[in-house]
């Protein structure tokens, strides 16, 4: 059985930086094929892809948050880290991590975490 | 403004048929790139409803159908039901972004 979870501060002041984790269980970080995704949800509005990281370590960032993103994964743990730089209010959301479908050639979400809420403000 | 556009809001009785559009470009639905569907319930995580355009992960009614042509694509729900009522999102790749993309969103009411 396929889970993931979120787990992070829920408030972080402006200009600070946010490290959310995601524990990983049913399936292995590095497993052949496998990748992971982060995607966030500003409240009332639309789900948007921040980063994802592929089995052998590949990672892609959002262009319009490059430079501000960071995955890490630590793979004795199962655990997913996503690092956002200099966070600024607009940047409160949920924030969900997601596994990604194992077809071939594309990309979606078919397990997803419960989510998180951070909150940016002073 | 994200470079899927769906409508902000689409409703229907119960029992009705219902279509939710997803409108893209030539730099990505129009590219070949597959669309997914995700349906959101109040407070809930996304759940994946549509997957490569046209596919129903295990456990989805076939109520729920998906479709693609040109730089569009749709999620047809028949036989609306008042447990249907939710957003959902289109998402697909877009080369010209080089991202993954989420359409706007659109939210079901079931009258």
């Known amino acids: 059985q396929i889970t993931l979870k979120e787990s992070g501060p829920t408030l972080v002041k402006p200009t600070q930086t946010l490290t959310l984790t995601c524990s990983i269980s049913?399936?292995?970080?590095?497993?052949?094929?496998?990748?992971v995704g982060w995607i966030r949800q500003p409240p009332g509005k639309a789900l948007e892809w921040l980063a994802l990281?592929?089995?052998?370590?590949?990672?892609r960032y959002s262009p319009s948050l490059k430079g501000r993103l960071a995955l890490t994964r630590d793979t004795s743990k199962n655990e997913l880290v996503l690092t956002i730089t200099n966070m600024d209010p607009v940047d409160t959301a949920t924030y969900y991590c997601?596994?990604?479908?194992?077809?071939?050639?594309?990309?979606?979400?078919?397990?997803w975490g419960q989510g998180i809420l951070v909150t940016v403000s002073s | 403004q994200s470079v899927l556009t769906q409508p902000p809001s689409v409703s229907g009785a119960p029992g009705q048929r219902v279509t939710l559009s997803c409108t893209g470009s030539?730099?990505?639905?129009?590219?070949?790139?597959?669309v997914h569907w995700y349906q959101q319930l109040p407070g809930k995580a996304p759940k994946l409803l549509i997957y490569?355009?046209?596919n129903r992960p295990s456990g989805v009614p076939d109520r729920f159908s998906g479709s693609k042509s040109g730089t569009s694509a749709s999620l047809a729900i028949t036989g609306l039901q008042a447990e249907d009522e939710a957003d959902y999102y289109c998402?697909?790749?877009?080369?010209?972004?080089?991202?993954?993309?989420f359409g706007g969103g659109t939210r079901l009411t079931v009258l």
């Open positions: 997601a596994h990604r479908i194992e077809a071939a050639g594309t990309v979606g979400f078919d397990y």
């Open positions: 030539s730099s990505n639905i129009g590219a070949n790139y597959d």
């Open positions: 998402q697909s790749y877009d080369k010209s972004l080089g991202a993954w993309v």
């Open positions: 490569v355009n046209t």
């Open positions: 990281i592929f089995w052998d370590d590949d990672k």
């Open positions: 049913g399936f292995s970080l590095n497993g052949n094929g496998v990748s």
